[in-house]
């Protein structure tokens, strides 16, 4: 597992690295942005705020696409400096940490590679508004800069259940590209203990924990 990085490491890869300098189209996330792209077409004309827009390739695609109501703001000077000269977006230097980044007029987030390199990720999701619908992005693999990464749908659910209520999860390659809207959930006994939505009943609850410890039981006899 990797650590939580400064401005300074993120300024250095923005700046060296020639991933973030290539056109969208041959970037290795275009396929993972097409698919947020099919996301969108459901909406009609979102008012996107883009939470860690990095050097501004996503947004690039989108203003290609026809979207015009976009915001996006990153904590690296660098990535902001090079995304505004790409298109004429509003992109400013901002931390997705701190509320007053969020204060602009906005319906729909799109957060990218960056809920995995932030310890306080709930903080994050906690500074969106109630009731917009959200696009995020997470790896299912690890990395230096990951603080955490997943190995299913299901991890990933239960760790945001509480701050989105998540519609879609689409897996391409080793990048979830998740669909939810931001809400406050307050989960039964039931759905703490399983740290989901579902609708569950004790008895259900109670069958399946029997069952659970069933199947343990005859896997400690073999």
Not at 77 to 99: C, H, M, S, W, Y
Not at 192 to 204: N, T
Request: hydrophobic fraction near 35%.
């Amino acid at each position: 597992m990797g650590t939580e990085k400064s401005e300074e490491f993120y300024d250095n890869k923005f700046t060296h690295e020639n991933d973030y300098h290539e056109h969208y189209k041959d970037s290795w996330y275009f396929v993972h942005w097409t698919q947020i792209i099919k996301y969108l077409k459901r909406f009609n004309e979102p008012k996107i705020l883009e939470v860690g827009c990095g050097t501004g390739q996503l947004a690039e695609y989108l203003f290609d696409e026809g979207y015009k109501n976009y915001v996006g703001f990153d904590f690296s000077k660098k990535a902001i400096e090079i995304a505004q000269k790409k298109t004429n977006f509003n992109f400013f230097v901002g931390n997705a940490l701190d509320p007053s980044s969020f204060k602009i007029d906005y319906d729909f987030i799109i957060c990218t590679e960056v809920l995995e390199h932030i310890k306080e990720d709930f903080k994050v999701i906690e500074n969106i508004k109630i009731g917009t619908n959200i696009i995020f992005s997470i790896p299912n693999f690890d990395e230096v800069s990951h603080v955490r990464w997943f190995l299913s749908e299901r991890q990933i659910k239960k760790r945001y259940y509480r701050l989105i209520n998540i519609k879609n999860i689409t897996r391409i390659g080793n990048i979830y590209i998740v669909l939810g809207e931001r809400d406050n959930f307050a989960p039964n006994i039931v759905q703490k203990i399983l740290a989901s939505r579902e609708e569950i009943s004790f008895e259900s609850f109670t069958k399946r924990f029997k069952h659970r410890i069933k199947n343990m039981l005859k896997s400690k006899a073999i």
